[in-house]
Structures are given as C-alpha cells and as structure tokens.
C-alpha cells in the first residue's frame, strides 16, 4: 500500500501559481496512477486530473485543463499538481490518491472509488 502527503497548499492571489506535491512511500509511485480531486467548502469532492501509471498521459477537467499540469520525480518518488492562472473557484482541500490497477482516461469526474490509497489533502486559497 501506498503512503501518500500532499504539501504545498496556502494562499495565493488570483491569477497566481501553485505547486502542490504527493510525496509516496512504501511503494514506487511510478507504478501507480495518481489522481489529483479537490473539495471545496460545501460541495462534493471532484477529479481534477490525473496521471497514468509508467508513463506521462495525463487527463484533466475541463475547468482546469490548459491552466494545470502533472508530472512525476520518480527519484524523489513525488508527483506534482502544477497550477497555473489559479482563480477563486480552484479554492478547496486538494488530494492526491494513487491506485496500481486503474488506468488514467479522459474520465476525470466521479471516478474517487476507483483509487484506493489517499493522501490527508492541503488546503490552497486563492483570494485578493
């Protein structure tokens, strides 16, 4: 099983950037799918994108899509939320969850069951 901290949350104003990080242990992350999902106050949790296993396809959101990226550091066993042209709607718990046997698609949204191992989430603010 797979033992999975986000760091990097705080606040930001709009139109900021942000790094968020997934650090992993007990397991390769690069053999996991990594899922990003965010929540915010009084709404459901949602996918954000996510990070197929071995390689670089990645799938986002539409709401977030061309504004953030994910990638991995297979050395530092850590997987980042890149985030760009943030804006106050991006405000919510960010969480990263990893799972060995899903595959990451184009079919972001409503798939929270599909990944076993999660991470405590940070908090990212975007407010002037």
């Known amino acids: 099983q797979l033992q999975l901290v986000e760091s990097g949350g705080g606040s930001v104003q709009p139109g900021g950037s942000r790094r968020l990080s997934c650090t992993a242990s007990?397991?390769?992350?690069?053999?996991?799918?990594i899922g990003w999902f965010r929540q915010a106050p009084g709404k459901e949790r949602e996918g954000v994108g996510c990070?197929?296993?071995?390689?670089?396809?990645?799938h986002f959101t539409d709401s977030v899509r061309g504004r953030f990226t994910i990638s991995r550091d297979s050395a530092k066993n850590t997987v980042y939320l890149q985030m760009n042209s943030l804006k106050p709607e991006d405000t919510a718990v960010y969480y990263c969850a990893a799972d060995p046997y899903y595959m990451c698609s184009d079919k972001v949204s409503n798939t929270e069951s599909k990944y076993r191992d999660w991470g405590q989430g940070t908090q990212v603010t975007v407010s002037s």
């Open positions: 990070l197929g296993a071995h390689g670089t396809t990645t």
């Open positions: 007990g397991e390769t992350v690069t053999y996991y799918t």
